[in-house]
């Protein structure tokens, strides 16, 4: 069982729409969780860091359970640009602080 | 601010053959990370360096995977010899310091691809 389970989609939407995304993670020592955004042949890019009271960012909106180890991403008002492959993200301490990446949920917005 | 630089962007060899990726990490980053992602997945790390010494390297091949980071600033990531799936974009990334937490970002490079034939 991978440590970061994410559906890979994809999630085909009309612009407009609203659309949620889940990811689970297994290691109950995880500390700091994240979504990353990574457009096709690009390097990944912090969205937004995920805080246990939720938090929002324009049309985004995180929320973490750290009893169910559940984390959600909610886009509103989906645009063409939002296209692209959001990674759930988890850091841990190990030997050292480690960043866990999940394999990604692909969005496509369709006009 | 210039990013995390990495060469080449692209790279095809032969199975058995050697390659290494060289990165120059964002001034002043102290902590300097090699992943490996291969296509339809999250990328995976490989190496952690705080400064020039290793924290992680766990799930680093070592048969065949070998990095540095000498002086704690630049690195090199060196393949040798090369098989078929390791054919992957190697992706360098870099924070401010050891670590990762809400308050500390991690920024990476635009990767290599390779591709082993």
């Known amino acids: 069982r991978k440590e970061v389970e994410q559906d890979p989609g994809p999630f085909n939407v009309p612009e407009g729409a609203t659309v949620a995304f889940n990811c689970t993670y297994s290691n109950s020592a995880s500390q700091s969780f994240f979504w990353y955004r990574q457009d096709c042949r690009k390097e990944p890019k912090l969205l937004m860091s995920v805080y246990s009271s939720g938090n929002e960012d324009g049309r985004f909106t995180a929320q973490l359970n750290r009893a169910s180890q559940y984390i959600s991403l909610l886009i509103r008002d989906s645009k063409l640009s939002d296209s692209a492959t959001y990674l759930c993200?988890?850091?841990?301490?190990?030997?050292?602080?480690?960043?866990?990446f999940g394999s990604g949920t692909r969005l496509l917005v369709r006009p | 601010e210039a990013g995390v630089a990495q060469s080449p962007r692209y790279k095809i060899i032969e199975k058995r053959q050697s390659v290494a990726f060289w990165c120059n990490p964002i001034s002043g980053h102290a902590t300097l990370y090699w992943y490996q992602q291969i296509l339809g997945q999250g990328p995976k790390l490989l190496i952690q360096?705080?400064?020039?010494?290793?924290?992680?390297d766990s799930q680093l091949p070592k048969d065949r995977f070998s990095a540095e980071r000498l002086k704690g600033v630049d690195s090199t990531l060196k393949i040798q010899p090369a098989k078929l799936e390791d054919s992957a974009v190697y992706l360098c990334?870099?924070?401010?310091?050891?670590?990762?937490?809400?308050?500390?970002?991690?920024?990476f490079g635009q990767g290599t691809r390779l591709t082993v034939v």
């Open positions: 990334a870099s924070s401010l310091e050891q670590g990762v937490s809400l308050n500390t970002e991690a920024f």
């Open positions: 360096f705080q400064n020039n010494g290793v924290v992680d």
């Open positions: 993200v988890v850091s841990r301490m190990d030997s050292s602080y480690k960043l866990i």
